[in-house]
């Protein structure tokens, strides 16, 4: 068989090769396993981009599948397959780990080829996750992908790494029990473990669920996807975890862990359970704007910059659930877009401060001040960066918050306007702590001796750089492969089925109910609903 | 045209790119002539565009889309471009205005640092404000919109190791985001309202309704919209971040915080006209908002001694007027204003940074004093601009205030009251430009001995932008000649195909001036509250110095205050930030995240360690106390089987 029909297996285990290949390097020869490991993830990456140009916009249900039994009792499938959804967090999977390996050239200089082991089990597992098409599959995805992050904070972290380590991996096993709990019983009442085919069993009755079991299984998912996210107030084990993760860690973890959790929501609790999703819509909006105003303002106020960037997590995934159940196409297309966004974004701050913390080793924003004068290269990709993060229009944050708040508004208008008012705050804590560390005089002489970007670190932020202002001025593609998939989410969560496009679309607000407009039929040919 | 447009837009994009990217490698010589080259390429393609698109009274707009920007499900944004009468004279005015002061900063930053740095942004800022002004949909204005914002906030931190400038810069942006805010919400409403952003779907739909049909949507779209230019334009309650960013070079202040980017939320209004007269409840806020500020920020000027803060202070006192122009559905007099003040303002502001380039940076009038004859070029075309500004006739200031004033009588919206406090404003405007033309260039002079001998005249790099603005400052108001003074009103006729059809709305509707009155009588009235201010400023400021002096003493108390500002700076800080910055420090994080959030995690660990250290002693290994716990569960059993 060609290998292009197994493109997602060599996806996902490509890195897991590439970490085998270092394990039989000799320790010694640091710069060897920094090579090998560069490449393989770059392989990956070129991988990951291939799955774009043989992606079809157009074709439902899931592509490039792989099924094929594993387990025969229970019957296990070893399925997988990807959609538009998946495809994007893919490709940025496939972006950020060679990312990461180049921050940490320098940095790392201990346990060097186990770290790169560690990264690179990482990205199998995090690709794992995506692409997995059968519950247990997923979940066995879901769970080995804690170990090697375990081991990246544990050992290569800083302060109270083993504390963070130990919270992280507690905290998401609550979730994750409950979640297998969940699993299995979908499996008792379905008798399959794979994700299409329940799926269509509950699409089309064959597997009645009532009002409360549908309900326990909603939030026996939802709750390990909402400490993923993390959704307020299961966030806390988030800000330990970033402080004290080493920077590709921290890069990995804001940049697509976090997502897992949002894919999760997207993935199984909206077209599993769409009444419960309906059901608790509500809510779930209300702790995403309290997470988006908290974070802001708690982030404001912190005194370490990983820990204010890590904060400010919060508030950004805030905007990814506050779409996602808006339960509308401006809001979820949104909500995916925000999340590569934030992937990029909040990645390149964790790095940027990865590197100013291998200049100066502290992350205190009192000990810098005036690095504007000192090293302006630098400072000028963290404008840039803090920029694309507080949702400047032209870079990637503003399409994905202003598509959210559309969406958000029309689903409910007050939290919709909160979530405005947490694009002030963005500012707030953002220009403020750009303003301590690079502006003003410089306080403290050691600041003066410390070092502008070097090649390597310039490329890199080039480069992040670049998607940052692409995705910002040419959203389309991006846009585009999502919008079979969120279609299809739709239909299932909106009982009737016009809403998934909106063809007929000022139906819902209060004001348009007033009088109607003289021309609201012919609105869908001016919008992009002829698609 | 598509092509004209673009090749306006892009030169200045380019000169940005090239020295933000190259510029550190650069001579001086060659930032500066890719700096002014693609300003004035911009202003010779403005110019261009003009005189080729001919936009008919009948025409429709042109609009071009570029590319799609964003698209999901109906709602969609192109990257489309919109020129019609209103986009022709705000492209002159920022494209002609910004090369000026783009050659002025050739000199005037000579001697400063980051040369290169200054004309990137300056470039940028150029581009983002075309942007602004030519974008056929709310998304892509909103580009432009924070893109100046961007700029400004580069800009007035430019001195960023000076921590004023950095704060002054950071309140600017945040503060403007604050109205930002308002505007997304605006479009999104206007969006589930309408079904659309895009300028050319969404004001014919609107038009096409009656006076009162979606009245509460509309009323709510144009207060956020309004918000937004609130913020931008430095209107109350969002006004405080304009006067400290006079922090930033003073090319900048003329540039954006003068002539071009604060003007913003006017054309915004305007360009939103057929939204707003649709909403009048809005429009009447509007004006409100507009003539209140013009009054509260004159009395302001009134007292300060810093030269370039009291002009900040009389800029947002203008904006004032264009807003209360625009409210009482008169738009046209409102763009009249902008135009004019962009050039008398612009003006008086390089002026000022003459003065300042003089002065070694000084800024404090009360050390200043006689600068007349050392500084006669700056001197005349300050005394042009001070007079444009006071409304003397003749001068441009004269005819589009006097149009604001006539319109807030008679506009269809207008109300006497507006015309009494926006005339004792123009009275006030008199006297405190007076009062700083004479305190600064006329009289003795009080400047210290160290300071003297290097006063000097700047160079022609400065003095030639001068000359041509105070031409412009003059003959600017010629093109609306009021009906009064014989004239035709010909600037309001040429935007008639923009604004025509929200006035014929307002007409079809009986919506007109409740107490009408003479045109001359309301010119009269102005002339007088002008040429009063000028007169007590001669008399307090070159007669008899002593009196304001005498006053200041006698009111000590309305002084103090007018010298703080009313203290409203003061009062947003202990409202709210800094309970903000406290209450999220000491509540929210310490208390809410660490204690009770973070507590209850911890806590429910340690529980579970507590009941584990509990539940280990039954394990202890002790075979006999196993047999114990058998036969004590095996009572039990049988013990509750008995019972049962």
Same mark, same amino acid.
């Given at each position: 068989?060609?290998?292009?029909?197994?493109?997602?297996?060599?996806?996902?285990?490509?890195?897991?090769? =590439?970490?085998?290949?270092?394990? &039989?390097?000799?320790?010694?020869?640091?710069?060897?396993?920094?090579?090998?490991?560069?490449?393989?993830?770059?392989?990956?990456?070129?991988?990951?981009?291939?799955?774009?140009?043989?992606?079809?916009?157009?074709?439902?249900?899931?592509?490039?599948?792989?099924?094929?039994?594993?387990?025969?009792?229970?019957?296990?499938?070893?399925?997988?397959?990807?959609? =538009?959804?998946?495809?994007?967090?893919?490709?940025?999977?496939?972006?950020?780990?060679?990312?990461?390996?180049?921050?940490?050239?320098?940095?790392?200089?201990?346990?060097?080829?186990?770290?790169?082991?560690?990264?690179?089990?990482?990205?199998?597992?995090?690709?794992?996750?995506?692409?997995?098409?059968?519950?247990?599959?997923?979940?066995?995805?879901?769970?080995?992908?804690?170990?090697?992050?375990?081991?990246?904070? =544990?050992?290569?972290?800083?302060?109270?790494?083993?504390?963070?380590?130990?919270?992280?991996?507690?905290?998401?096993?609550?979730?994750?029990?409950?979640?297998?709990?969940?699993?299995?019983?979908?499996? %008792?009442?379905?008798?399959?473990?794979?994700?299409?085919?329940?799926?269509?069993?509950?699409?089309?009755?064959?597997?009645?669920?009532?009002?409360?079991?549908?309900?326990?299984?909603?939030?026996?998912?939802?709750?390990?996807?909402?400490?993923?996210?993390?959704?307020?107030?299961?966030?806390?084990?988030?800000?330990?975890?970033?402080?004290?993760?080493?920077?590709?860690?921290?890069?990995?973890?804001?940049?697509?862990?976090?997502?897992?959790?949002?894919?999760?929501?997207?993935? &199984?609790?909206?077209?599993?359970?769409?009444?419960?999703?309906? %059901?608790?819509?509500?809510?779930?909006?209300?702790?995403?704007?309290?997470?988006?105003?908290?974070?802001?303002?708690?982030?404001?106020?912190?005194?370490?910059?990983?820990?204010?960037?890590?904060?400010?997590?919060?508030?950004?995934?805030?905007?990814?659930?506050?779409?996602?159940?808006?339960?509308?196409?401006?809001?979820?297309?949104?909500?995916?877009?925000?999340?590569?966004?934030?992937?990029?974004?909040?990645?390149?701050?964790?790095?940027?401060?990865?590197?100013?913390?291998?200049?100066?080793?502290?992350?205190?924003?009192?000990?810098?001040?005036?690095?504007?004068?000192?090293?302006?290269? &630098?400072?000028?990709?963290?404008?840039?960066?803090?920029?694309?993060?507080?949702?400047?229009?032209?870079?990637?944050?503003?399409?994905? %918050?202003?598509?959210?708040?559309?969406?958000?508004?029309?689903?409910?208008?007050?939290? =919709?306007?909160?979530?405005?008012?947490?694009?002030?705050?963005?500012?707030?804590?953002?220009?403020?702590?750009?303003?301590?560390?690079?502006?003003?005089?410089?306080?403290?002489?050691?600041?003066? %001796?410390?070092?502008?970007?070097?090649?390597?670190?310039?490329?890199?932020?080039?480069?992040?750089?670049?998607?940052?202002?692409?995705?910002?001025?040419?959203?389309?593609?991006?846009?585009?492969?999502?919008?079979?998939?969120?279609?299809?989410?739709?239909?299932?969560?909106?009982?009737?089925?016009?809403?998934?496009?909106?063809?007929?679309?000022?139906?819902?607000?209060?004001?348009?109910?007033?009088?109607?407009?003289?021309?609201?039929?012919?609105?869908?040919?001016?919008?992009?609903?002829?698609? | 045209?598509?092509?004209?447009?673009?090749?306006?837009?892009?030169? !200045?994009?380019?000169?940005?790119?090239?020295?933000? @990217?190259?510029?550190?490698?650069?001579?001086?010589?060659?930032?500066?002539?890719?700096?002014?080259?693609?300003?004035?390429?911009?202003?010779?393609?403005?110019?261009?565009?003009?005189?080729?698109?001919?936009?008919?009274?009948?025409?429709?707009?042109?609009?071009?889309?570029?590319?799609?920007?964003?698209?999901?499900?109906?709602?969609?944004?192109?990257?489309?471009?919109?020129?019609?009468?209103?986009?022709?004279?705000?492209?002159?005015?920022?494209?002609?205005?910004?090369?000026?002061?783009?050659?002025?900063?050739?000199?005037?930053?000579?001697?400063?640092?980051?040369?290169?740095?200054?004309?990137?942004?300056?470039?940028?800022?150029?581009?983002?404000?075309?942007?602004?002004?030519?974008?056929?949909?709310?998304?892509?204005?909103?580009?432009?919109?924070?893109?100046?914002?961007?700029?400004?906030?580069?800009?007035?931190?430019?001195?960023?190791?000076?921590?004023?400038?950095?704060?002054?810069?950071?309140?600017?942006?945040?503060?403007?985001?604050?109205? +930002?805010?308002?505007?997304?919400?605006?479009?999104?409403?206007?969006?589930?309202?309408?079904?659309?952003?895009?300028?050319?779907?969404?004001?014919?739909?609107?038009?096409?309704?009656?006076?009162?049909?979606?009245?509460?949507?509309?009323?709510?779209?144009?207060?956020?919209?309004?918000?937004?230019?609130?913020?931008?334009?430095?209107?109350?309650?969002?006004?405080?971040?304009?006067?400290?960013?006079?922090?930033?070079?003073? !090319?900048?202040?003329?540039?954006?915080?003068?002539?071009?980017?604060?003007?913003?939320?006017?054309?915004?209004?305007?360009?939103?006209?057929?939204?707003?007269?649709?909403?009048?409840?809005?429009?009447?806020?509007?004006?409100?908002?507009?003539?209140?500020?013009?009054?509260?920020?004159?009395?302001?000027?009134?007292?300060?001694?810093?030269?370039?803060?009291?002009?900040?202070?009389?800029?947002?006192?203008?904006?004032?007027?264009?807003?209360?122009?625009?409210?009482?559905?008169?738009?046209?007099?409102?763009?009249?204003?902008?135009?004019?003040?962009?050039?008398?303002?612009?003006?008086?502001?390089?002026?000022?940074?003459?003065?300042?380039?003089?002065?070694?940076?000084?800024? +404090?009038?009360?050390?200043?004093?006689?600068?007349?004859?050392?500084?006669? @070029?700056?001197?005349?075309?300050?005394?042009?601009?001070?007079?444009?500004?006071?409304?003397?006739?003749?001068?441009?200031?004269?005819?589009?205030?006097?149009?604001?004033?006539?319109?807030?009588?008679?506009? !269809?919206?207008?109300?006497?009251?507006?015309?009494?406090?926006?005339?004792?404003?123009?009275?006030?405007?008199?006297?405190?430009?007076?009062?700083?033309?004479?305190?600064?260039?006329?009289?003795?002079?009080?400047? !210290?001995?160290?300071?003297?001998?290097?006063?000097?005249?700047?160079?022609?790099?400065?003095?030639?932008?001068?000359?041509?603005?105070?031409?412009?400052?003059?003959?600017?108001?010629?093109?609306?000649?009021?009906?009064?003074?014989?004239?035709?009103?010909?600037?309001?006729?040429?935007?008639?195909?923009?604004?025509?059809?929200?006035?014929?709305?307002?007409?079809?509707?009986?919506?007109?001036?409740?107490?009408?009155?003479?045109?001359?009588?309301?010119?009269?009235?102005?002339?007088?509250?002008?040429?009063?201010?000028?007169?007590?400023?001669?008399?307090?400021?070159?007669?008899?110095?002593?009196?304001?002096?005498?006053?200041?003493?006698?009111?000590?108390?309305?002084?103090?205050?007018?010298?703080?500002?009313?203290?409203?700076?003061?009062?947003?800080?202990?409202?709210?930030?800094?309970?903000?910055?406290?209450?999220?420090?000491?509540?929210?994080?310490?208390?809410?995240?660490?204690?009770?959030?973070?507590?209850?995690?911890?806590?429910?660990?340690?529980?579970?360690?507590?009941?584990?250290?509990?539940?280990?002693?039954?394990?202890?290994?002790?075979?006999?106390?196993?047999?114990?716990?058998?036969?004590?569960?095996?009572?039990?059993?049988?013990?509750?089987?008995?019972?049962?």
């Amino acid at each position: 068989m060609p290998l292009s029909s197994h493109i997602l297996t060599v996806a996902t285990f490509l890195p897991l090769v =590439g970490a085998a290949i270092i394990a &039989f390097l000799p320790r010694e020869n640091s710069g060897r396993v920094r090579m090998v490991a560069l490449i393989f993830s770059l392989l990956t990456f070129l991988v990951t981009l291939a799955l774009i140009f043989g992606f079809s916009r157009t074709a439902g249900g899931f592509q490039f599948e792989e099924n094929y039994a594993w387990i025969t009792s229970p019957p296990i499938h070893y399925h997988m397959g990807i959609d =538009g959804l998946s495809l994007i967090l893919i490709v940025l999977t496939g972006f950020l780990t060679p990312l990461c390996v180049l921050v940490s050239w320098t940095g790392i200089t201990e346990r060097t080829k186990e770290f790169h082991i560690f990264l690179l089990a990482l990205e199998t597992g995090v690709i794992g996750v995506f692409v997995s098409l059968d519950l247990f599959l997923f979940f066995v995805f879901w769970e080995v992908m804690l170990i090697p992050m375990y081991f990246l904070i =544990g050992i290569w972290g800083h302060g109270r790494k083993v504390y963070a380590a130990v919270k992280f991996i507690l905290y998401t096993m609550v979730g994750s029990a409950l979640m297998l709990v969940g699993i299995i019983f979908l499996y %008792e009442r379905s008798g399959s473990f794979d994700y299409p085919q329940i799926l269509a069993q509950l699409s089309d009755g064959s597997l009645p669920l009532t009002h409360t079991t549908e309900s326990l299984l909603f939030w026996a998912f939802l709750i390990a996807f909402a400490i993923k996210v993390p959704l307020f107030p299961l966030h806390t084990w988030l800000p330990d975890a970033h402080t004290e993760a080493p920077t590709a860690g921290s890069v990995i973890l804001a940049g697509v862990l976090l997502k897992m959790g949002t894919y999760g929501m997207l993935r &199984f609790c909206l077209p599993l359970f769409p009444n419960a999703s309906r %059901e608790f819509a509500g809510l779930l909006s209300v702790l995403a704007v309290i997470g988006i105003i908290y974070g802001a303002l708690v982030s404001m106020v912190q005194p370490d910059l990983k820990r204010l960037v890590a904060y400010s997590s919060v508030a950004h995934l805030g905007f990814v659930v506050l779409g996602i159940f808006a339960f509308n196409v401006q809001g979820m297309e949104g909500a995916i877009y925000q999340m590569v966004n934030h992937g990029v974004s909040t990645g390149a701050l964790f790095m940027m401060v990865g590197m100013l913390y291998d200049r100066r080793h502290t992350r205190l924003i009192k000990d810098f001040g005036g690095l504007g004068t000192t090293i302006p290269v &630098f400072s000028t990709f963290f404008m840039i960066v803090t920029l694309s993060s507080l949702g400047l229009p032209m870079l990637n944050g503003f399409v994905g %918050e202003f598509l959210i708040i559309i969406g958000a508004f029309h689903a409910r208008v007050l939290w =919709g306007t909160l979530a405005a008012v947490g694009v002030i705050l963005a500012a707030v804590y953002l220009l403020w702590m750009y303003q301590r560390v690079f502006l003003g005089e410089v306080t403290d002489e050691k600041n003066r %001796e410390i070092p502008d970007c070097n090649r390597r670190e310039k490329w890199l932020l080039t480069a992040t750089v670049a998607v940052i202002i692409f995705m910002g001025i040419y959203p389309q593609p991006f846009l585009r492969q999502m919008d079979v998939s969120v279609a299809r989410v739709l239909t299932r969560v909106n009982p009737e089925p016009v809403a998934a496009h909106n063809s007929k679309l000022p139906a819902a607000p209060a004001q348009a109910q007033m009088a109607p407009p003289p021309r609201p039929r012919n609105r869908a040919t001016t919008g992009g609903a002829s698609r | 045209m598509e092509t004209l447009l673009l090749l306006m837009l892009l030169p !200045p994009l380019a000169g940005a790119a090239l020295n933000g @990217i190259f510029g550190r490698r650069f001579s001086q010589g060659l930032v500066s002539a890719i700096g002014c080259g693609s300003a004035g390429l911009a202003a010779v393609f403005a110019i261009l565009a003009a005189l080729t698109s001919h936009l008919g009274p009948d025409s429709p707009p042109f609009v071009h889309s570029y590319f799609t920007w964003i698209e999901a499900g109906s709602f969609r944004a192109d990257f489309a471009l919109y020129y019609d009468r209103l986009t022709l004279i705000m492209t002159l005015v920022v494209t002609v205005i910004g090369f000026l002061i783009h050659m002025y900063s050739r000199g005037y930053m000579e001697h400063e640092g980051g040369y290169y740095r200054f004309f990137c942004y300056l470039n940028l800022f150029l581009f983002m404000m075309l942007v602004l002004v030519t974008a056929a949909s709310y998304p892509v204005m909103f580009v432009g919109w924070e893109g100046v914002g961007l700029c400004s906030y580069v800009l007035i931190g430019f001195y960023f190791p000076k921590k004023s400038a950095s704060d002054a810069g950071k309140k600017a942006f945040i503060v403007t985001r604050i109205g +930002d805010a308002g505007f997304t919400v605006g479009a999104a409403l206007l969006f589930w309202t309408f079904g659309s952003v895009n300028f050319p779907e969404l004001f014919p739909r609107v038009a096409a309704l009656g006076l009162g049909d979606q009245q509460r949507a509309l009323t709510a779209a144009c207060l956020l919209l309004f918000l937004g230019a609130v913020g931008k334009s430095a209107q109350l309650p969002l006004y405080v971040w304009l006067p400290d960013a006079m922090e930033g070079p003073t !090319p900048v202040s003329a540039l954006i915080h003068a002539a071009t980017m604060v003007t913003a939320g006017v054309y915004m209004v305007a360009r939103s006209n057929v939204l707003f007269v649709h909403a009048p409840e809005a429009l009447k806020t509007v004006s409100a908002v507009g003539c209140i500020t013009a009054f509260f920020a004159a009395t302001i000027a009134l007292c300060q001694n810093d030269l370039k803060r009291m002009l900040a202070y009389s800029t947002i006192s203008q904006l004032g007027y264009m807003f209360a122009g625009c409210g009482v559905a008169v738009f046209s007099s409102g763009i009249f204003h902008l135009m004019t003040h962009a050039c008398f303002k612009a003006l008086l502001f390089l002026a000022a940074g003459s003065v300042m380039h003089a002065m070694s940076g000084e800024l +404090d009038m009360r050390i200043m004093g006689g600068l007349r004859r050392k500084l006669p @070029i700056t001197f005349w075309t300050f005394l042009v601009a001070t007079l444009a500004i006071s409304g003397v006739p003749g001068l441009a200031g004269f005819f589009s205030k006097d149009d604001i004033l006539a319109a807030a009588y008679n506009g !269809p919206l207008g109300a006497p009251w507006l015309y009494w406090l926006l005339t004792v404003t123009a009275g006030l405007t008199a006297f405190y430009m007076f009062r700083g033309l004479f305190m600064t260039f006329c009289g003795k002079s009080r400047v !210290p001995h160290d300071l003297e001998h290097h006063v000097h005249e700047s160079s022609s790099k400065m003095t030639v932008p001068l000359m041509i603005l105070a031409v412009f400052s003059v003959v600017a108001g010629y093109v609306g000649i009021p009906k009064v003074l014989g004239g035709s009103e010909a600037f309001d006729r040429f935007l008639e195909p923009v604004f025509g059809g929200s006035q014929g709305l307002l007409a079809a509707n009986g919506v007109v001036a409740q107490h009408p009155a003479s045109d001359l009588v309301l010119m009269i009235g102005s002339l007088t509250a002008a040429g009063l201010g000028i007169l007590i400023a001669y008399w307090f400021y070159l007669r008899s110095p002593e009196i304001p002096e005498g006053l200041a003493t006698a009111f000590s108390g309305a002084y103090r205050t007018l010298v703080n500002k009313y203290y409203v700076d003061e009062f947003y800080n202990w409202l709210i930030v800094h309970p903000l910055v406290v209450g999220s420090r000491k509540f929210l994080w310490q208390f809410v995240d660490v204690g009770v959030v973070d507590g209850a995690v911890n806590g429910s660990a340690e529980a579970t360690a507590d009941v584990g250290q509990v539940l280990r002693r039954i394990q202890s290994g002790n075979i006999r106390s196993y047999a114990a716990w058998v036969l004590l569960g095996a009572v039990g059993w049988l013990g509750y089987l008995l019972l049962r």
